[in-house]
């Protein structure tokens, strides 16, 4: 059973969110009695940084999300009006900011070729300069069979 007052500390402290330093101050100025009373300080004082570590985790995860929704948003309403003659350089620019974001090293839209059903054209792509040159076309059966199921049946 942990000592009331410890427990009491470090609820106080968990509920400190603002000053994780003076938590710390706190919980390292605990007058110790007992060597049972240490161990416990020293239990509690891992709970705390594991919450810790948990709560930066999900903070930063969360401003991840609000940041690719921003962008989304900003993307979307880019495409709102846009003249026609505008439409491609935004979408190169749209999956420009997109690979950014996400740090991807490349992004291609494909189109189906007319000229054979299983062909497909490079149509938007991104990708870093110093990468090497994407096919112009590509057979889907053999680079992307499942894909190709997947969409036919569909």
């Given at each position: 059973?942990?000592?009331?007052?410890?427990?009491?500390?470090?609820?106080?402290?968990?509920?400190?969110?603002?000053?994780?330093?003076?938590?710390?101050?706190?919980?390292?100025?605990?007058?110790?009695?007992?060597?049972?009373?240490?161990?416990?300080?020293?239990?509690?004082?891992?709970?705390l940084?594991?919450?810790?570590?948990?709560?930066?985790?999900?903070?930063k995860?969360?401003?991840?999300?609000?940041?690719?929704?921003t962008?989304?948003?900003?993307?979307?309403?880019?495409?709102?009006?846009?003249p026609?003659?505008?439409?491609?350089?935004?979408?190169?620019?749209?999956?420009?900011?997109?690979?950014?974001?996400?740090?991807?090293?490349?992004?291609?839209?494909?189109?189906?070729?007319?000229?054979?059903?299983?062909?497909?054209?490079?149509?938007?792509?991104?990708?870093?300069?110093?990468d090497?040159?994407?096919?112009?076309?590509?057979?889907?059966g053999?680079?992307?069979?499942?894909?190709?199921?997947?969409?036919?049946?569909?």
């Amino acid at each position: 059973m942990v000592d009331g007052a410890l427990h009491y500390r470090l609820q106080t402290a968990i509920r400190m969110d603002r000053s994780e330093k003076k938590t710390a101050r706190q919980l390292a100025k605990a007058k110790v009695k007992s060597s049972k009373q240490k161990k416990q300080l020293k239990i509690l004082c891992r709970r705390l940084n594991r919450e810790r570590s948990r709560r930066r985790e999900v903070e930063k995860r969360c401003a991840d999300r609000i940041h690719f929704e921003t962008l989304l948003n900003e993307i979307s309403a880019g495409f709102v009006n846009l003249p026609v003659n505008r439409i491609d350089a935004a979408i190169e620019a749209a999956q420009r900011r997109i690979c950014e974001c996400l740090d991807l090293d490349l992004s291609a839209l494909w189109q189906w070729s007319g000229s054979s059903p299983h062909y497909m054209t490079v149509t938007r792509l991104h990708s870093p300069p110093e990468d090497p040159e994407i096919p112009k076309g590509i057979d889907a059966g053999e680079a992307f069979p499942w894909v190709l199921e997947r969409l036919l049946r569909d």
